[in-house]
């Protein structure tokens, strides 16, 4: 195994981090955990600016700030480039970066990457951990998970007991409220109280959650999403996922287990899927799929079947090249996912999909005919085409996600933190 370990590349973002909600609406949340998280997604805002975007009087938010200041848990900084009215440079709140340290990870078949945040949400470290891609027990995930977290806390002269939960997420159905793994790709056991396992390997408060997940949390605390109401994100990489997100909260379903947009069923008694069902969405378009499909299709003496990224490549490399097996392959899958992406919009109608995943490189995946034919297959055919971005993010971006995860675990915990 390949432990690489390299400081983020990643610019720190001055425009904070975390779902930018209208604060008109009752969260549950306490004015002091709303005032915390405002203060975090906003980056900087003077108390003012605070006041106004709570609707809460200048004097109640001058003692909400008062208590955050004295946890440690907000800090007050001056911006030394202008001056107010009484010639004072104004002074701006910001979240304390050491006010607590969240890691996440992302754990897949052959690579694990973890990035280690602080509590305003700014990446300090990074590590990535290259292993032998086949399924494992969870004793060996957890021996490889916690290899990758001690290189990131080393590299950052941190220790586990001064993390404040880790943010952990794999492929697979994964039920996040009750800590619970169902089924995952990558391991070989089933039914496990994955959280509480993590837990006790690793002393460190630990949330999990299915991979697709991560990317969508990705992108409503740091991308594109952070201040969208409504969006879906579909991920196809080994397998097809969703996420998707509803008034700027995610969707989860009633057990975790929603948003399996990669086991709907595209065909009666259809292709076998890894899940054990049949004619799910995910046995026709996945790398699995395409792989299977090329092994049968295709003169094996033409690939090198070492793995399946490798055949995988090859298969893209020969449809580029014009043969017409290999194309018709990846035309076939194309056609698949257009009618996945159509059911999506029937169902939801999100005024954005966005496309993510390593995947997204084999362009067919977002050529303009998938494109057409999705929205032939959308009920309505005379509006304008559904918004579909491509966000062609690798692990690290990911593992963002898992790192979100973390934070919002603990956000409510960190503002409700007593003196
Ligand atoms: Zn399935």
Redesign the pocket.
């Known amino acids: 195994m390949n432990v690489e370990i390299s400081q983020s590349p990643l610019p720190e973002s001055p425009t904070g981090c975390g779902p930018i909600r209208p604060e008109t609406e009752n969260t549950g949340s306490s004015l002091r955990s709303r005032v915390f998280e405002t203060v975090r997604s906003a980056g900087r805002i003077s108390r003012i600016d605070l006041a106004k975007r709570l609707s809460v009087s200048p004097a109640s938010i001058t003692a909400l700030v008062g208590e955050l200041l004295d946890l440690g848990m907000l800090q007050e900084q001056s911006d030394t480039t202008r001056t107010t009215s009484r010639g004072r440079p104004p002074v701006a709140l910001s979240v304390q970066p050491d006010a607590g340290y969240v890691v996440g990870i992302k754990l897949s078949r052959a690579n694990h990457t973890a990035l280690l945040v602080d509590a305003a949400g700014q990446p300090l470290a990074q590590a990535s951990l290259t292993c032998t891609p086949r399924r494992r027990s969870v004793s060996q995930m957890l021996l490889e998970t916690g290899q990758v977290l001690d290189a990131l806390l080393k590299q950052a002269n941190l220790e586990r007991s001064d993390i404040a939960c880790i943010g952990l997420g794999m492929p697979g159905m994964i039920d996040h409220a009750a800590g619970h793994m169902v089924w995952s790709p990558i391991l070989t056991e089933v039914d496990l109280p994955l959280r509480r396992f993590a837990e006790d390997a690793f002393g460190v408060p630990v949330a999990v959650d299915n991979d697709a997940n991560l990317v969508t949390l990705a992108e409503l605390w740091f991308g594109k999403g952070r201040a969208m109401a409504d969006f879906a994100v579909v991920t196809i990489e080994q397998g097809v996922g969703m996420g998707l997100v509803i008034n700027h909260r995610l969707y989860r379903g009633a057990g975790s287990l929603g948003m ?1 947009l ?2 709907t069923k595209v065909q009666m008694d259809g292709a076998l ?5 049949r004619g ?1 969405l ?2 026709y378009i996945a790398d699995y799929a395409l792989v299977r499909e090329a092994s049968t299709a295709l003169d094996s003496s033409h690939f090198d079947t070492a793995t399946p990224e490798v055949m995988l490549q090859q298969l893209y490399e020969q449809a580029k090249a014009g043969n017409e097996a290999a194309r018709v392959i990846f035309r076939r899958a194309g056609r698949f996912l257009a009618l996945g992406l159509a059911n999506v919009v029937n169902l939801f109608d999100p005024p954005l999909i966005i496309l993510s995943g390593e995947r997204m490189q084999y362009d067919y995946l977002y050529a303009d005919d998938v494109l057409r034919e999705m929205h032939a297959l959308s009920l309505n055919r005379d509006a304008a085409p559904q918004k579909v971005e491509t966000h062609a993010w690798g692990d690290l971006m990911w593992a963002h996600g898992a790192a979100a995860l973390a934070l919002s675990e603990i956000a409510d915990a960190m503002a409700e933190r007593r003196g």
């Not at 899927?273 to 069902?277: E, K, L, M, R, V």
């Open positions: 399996e990669g086991h899927c890894q899940c054990g069902q799910c995910e046995a």
